[in-house]
């Protein structure tokens, strides 16, 4: 077997994780593939590895990671069929595809063949993202160890049950975009209050991050971090308030539940 990661797809989040992988094994270990060849060709001159057409990297990858959209996957197992079937190597399927279970990819493969299933977020590129994961009863320990592994500088990983997987992805893999939204809307607001707008938006940027890293690293709860901001009769306690007479907080609600739906429906679609 001649590569140990091949990525089948070459997109913003196949190609986030595969920025994060590229950090911890060597180019000739990792091959790319992707419908667009010239994104691949591209990712791939970046990271150092090869390109190849997705039934190459299934035949010669040890763990054949899926990132194309969860409506393609059945038309790139239906490609591949042959291949699959005719492989004699062991090798693991790792899936990233929203709402897309493990027995759907067993159903796809034709046999039980064993499954990592992941939900990665964008930060996986500069080793901040989040990734959650579950497996079936075929992949062995030393398997998933050596896999995660492979993903060291990707950010944390968070193992939980497959059925709460579509759930977690509605935060972790659709909430970078509400992240930006927010720091869009402070840098916004920044500047109608007369910043220039790189000033805004490098405040906003860096507020977001230290907010966040502050409260991983403290381990307090938010709503206790947001008090000690805010003083009785001070300035951010009127800011505060406005959020909540505007409700913000079920803005955010309605829309991790709506990216929750659309995850479910994708799926079963």
């Known amino acids: 077997m001649g590569y140990k990661l091949g990525f089948i797809g070459a997109g913003h989040m196949g190609g986030a994780l595969a920025q994060a992988v590229a950090k ?3 180019g000739n270990q990792m091959i790319i593939s992707d419908k667009d060849g010239s994104k691949a060709k591209e990712l791939a001159g970046i990271l150092g590895c090869d390109v190849g057409l997705s039934d190459e990297l299934i035949a010669e990858s040890k763990y054949v990671v899926i990132g194309v959209k969860p409506q393609n996957i059945a038309e790139l197992f239906e490609e591949c069929a042959q291949v699959i079937r005719n492989s004699h ?3 693991v ?12 990819i067993w159903e796809l493969a034709g046999e039980s063949v064993p499954v990592i299933r992941i939900m ?5 590129a500069v080793g901040e993202g989040c990734v959650l994961y579950t497996y079936d009863g075929g992949v062995t320990n030393e398997e998933l ?3 995660l592994n492979s ?3 990707a950010g ?4 939980m049950p497959e059925e709460l997987i579509d759930a977690g992805c509605a935060i972790s893999g659709c909430g970078p975009a509400f992240v930006y939204q927010f720091i869009m809307a402070l840098a916004k607001a920044g500047e109608i209050c007369g910043l220039p707008r790189e000033i805004a938006l490098l405040l906003a940027e860096q507020t977001a991050m230290g907010s966040a890293k502050l409260a991983i690293d403290s381990g307090e709860d938010p709503a206790a971090l947001c008090d000690h901001v ?11 308030n406005v959020l909540k007479s505007g409700e913000f907080a079920e803005s955010i609600s309605d829309a991790v539940a709506a990216s929750f739906r659309r995850t479910v429906e994708l799926g079963n679609n």
């Open 24 to 26: 911890k094994i060597t």
């Open 89 to 91: 190597d062991r090798k």
């Open 93 to 104: 399927f790792v899936t990233m595809a929203a709402g897309v279970k493990i027995s759907r």
């Open 120 to 124: 990665p977020n964008t930060p996986v």
């Open 145 to 147: 160890a050596d896999f």
């Open 151 to 153: 993903m060291e500088y």
């Open 156 to 159: 944390k990983f968070i193992e």
């Open 230 to 240: 805010c003083s009785p009769g001070g300035s951010t306690i009127e800011g505060v």
